[in-house]
């Protein structure tokens, strides 16, 4: 079964500096998708960005990027430049590439934005 | 991005009745649907996946008889909560995706309140 672990419970960043959210996963297959969400105190799931495991380009939305390790299954995410909107839960996931399967989420990191 | 709709937005009702909550596709054909629950401060927990005009698929330990799940339509999929008690008080995400490839959009949530 695919796993995500998310080991930071929490994380804290001042406003204008860069932090990087840990995420590893578990899987046999080859071809899937990982994925950042963002979910703000509204707790609408925000997409924050995508990575094709089979890109080895990291992906990189503006103040967003991520670093994909695919041999070691790691894919941490790097905001920059932080804003006092980054201040949310943020979620890593994975799912298989093809057929109607699921997102499956790691637990989670509450990140604080420090003015 | 696509629009996913919740409604109701929150609902709270008493002890032994049952709890409708929609989940629409506002401008793309929603082939499958997800509902997920979330406890606070915990992430998304998977409840079913269900494909248009099929049964649902339930996660293990999910009791398919008092979550019920219709797919009717490729634009709308219902959660009823059966004979709802407190413990069933949690926020209910639907997500939606057009076809096995594409991104999966996130409704904004449903806050439910057994008395």
């Known amino acids: 079964a695919q796993t995500v672990t998310q080991s930071q419970p929490e994380m804290s960043v001042q406003e204008a500096e860069t932090v990087t959210l840990s995420c590893t996963y578990d899987?046999?297959?080859?071809?899937?998708?990982l994925f950042w969400y963002k979910q703000p105190p509204s707790r609408q799931m925000i997409l924050v960005i995508r990575q094709e495991a089979y890109k080895q380009q990291n992906a990189t939305e503006n103040r967003f990027s991520v670093n994909f390790q695919k041999a070691a299954k790691s894919f941490s995410l790097k905001i920059s430049d932080s804003q006092l909107g980054d201040a949310a839960m943020y979620f890593c996931?994975?799912?298989?590439?093809?057929?109607?399967?699921?997102?499956?989420f790691g637990k989670g990191t509450r990140l604080s934005v420090i003015a | 991005g696509a629009v996913v709709s919740q409604h109701p937005s929150w609902v709270i009702c008493k002890s032994g009745t049952s709890v409708k909550i929609e989940c629409r596709s506002l401008?793309?054909?929603?082939?499958?649907m997800f509902w997920y629950r979330q406890f606070p401060k915990q992430s998304l927990m998977l409840m079913a996946t269900s494909n248009e005009g099929s049964k649902a698929t339930y996660e293990q330990g999910v009791e398919k008889d008092k979550f019920l799940i219709n797919h009717a339509s490729l634009t709308l999929s219902t959660l009823t909560v059966t004979s709802a008690h407190p413990e069933d008080s949690s926020f209910y995400i639907c997500s939606a995706r057009e076809g096995g490839y594409n991104e999966q959009f996130f409704g904004p949530g449903t806050r439910l309140t057994v008395l």
């Open positions: 996931a994975y799912r298989i590439y093809s057929g109607n399967t699921p997102l499956v």
């Open positions: 401008d793309f054909q929603a082939t499958t």
């Open positions: 899987t046999s297959e080859s071809d899937y998708y």
